[in-house]
């Protein structure tokens, strides 16, 4: 069985990658044979390996551009990491319609062991970990043509852009995300959040932005209560500074350590 036959036969089901094993157990070709197609169609550019033993196919649509949208593959690739997975932060934003930088790198959060971030040809992924997974109301399921994929919430999205902050921009870059993703938030994710959600610190900085950009907004109340009836101390807004924050004069005890504008 040749690999242009089984790449067909994926494509007419809608799927654009595929493992090393599953190619070797519709052809039943020998190791040297797989590894020969492989190479061969990957020199010509419609396949990709994107990790060992996994590969996408690259469509004639997609050949120019040399890679396929994420929402292709991601699930099939954690699904085959064995690994769980939402795609977060600027990758997120642009999903949910809130992307002012078309940037060359893709965003997911996954768990687990350290791993590699991708950079081959055209393609640019950065993989971000966590120890708290969320809560699955705060992850949505998109559909694409491929199927299901997992991505953060539009609360979620805001709250890793903000704890992340320091290794993607810093606030000012994500400001305009985040004011139009407010714009998506429903009140009960934020009940949802409140639920699990363990860096205090971060629901400041978050109740800090929505006050300066939606200061009525009906999602500060639930907040505020929940950072009283815990507690909480001040912060810096920016985590780049190393220095200890002063004195505060506002309601989350955020010493605001820079001057922000958008950064569009």
């Known amino acids: 069985m040749k690999l242009t036959d089984f790449i067909k036969s994926r494509l ?18 020998d190791t040297n044979a797989v590894t020969t197609d492989l ?59 809130a992307a002012h930088q078309q940037a060359q790198t893709e965003y997911i959060i996954t768990q687990g062991s350290r791993m590699l971030d991708i950079r081959k040809k055209n393609v640019g992924i950065d993989f971000f970990l966590t120890s708290n ?69 971060v629901l400041q900085r978050l109740g800090y932005l929505i006050d300066y950009i939606s200061p009525g907004s009906d999602l500060l109340n639930p907040l505020l209560l929940y950072l009283e009836k815990y507690g909480y101390y001040p912060i810096l807004l920016n985590t780049s500074d190393k220095i200890k924050p002063g004195a505060v004069d506002n309601r989350w005890k955020v010493d605001v350590n820079l001057v922000l504008e958008n950064n569009v």
Do not use: C
């Open 12 to 29: 007419s089901l809608e799927e654009y990658s595929f493992s090393r094993n599953e190619y070797m157990a519709y052809s039943g070709k």
């Open 39 to 97: 190479a061969y169609l990957s020199e010509k550019g419609e396949i990709l390996a994107l990790r060992k033993g996994f590969y996408l196919i690259i469509p004639p649509r997609y050949l120019k551009l040399g890679i396929i949208p994420l929402e292709l593959y991601v699930d099939k690739l954690f699904d085959y990491l064995d690994k769980p997975y939402y795609i977060g932060l600027y990758s997120a934003a642009q999903i949910h319609g």
């Open 133 to 201: 997974w969320p809560n699955k109301a705060n992850v949505d399921m998109k559909k694409s043509n491929a199927g299901y994929f997992n991505v953060s919430d539009p609360l979620l999205t805001i709250v890793d852009l903000i704890y992340h902050q320091r290794k993607i921009g810093g606030i000012n870059r994500m400001l305009v995300n985040i004011e139009e993703l407010l714009d998506e938030v429903e009140l009960n994710k934020m009940d949802s959040l409140l639920q699990w959600y363990p860096h205090k610190s």
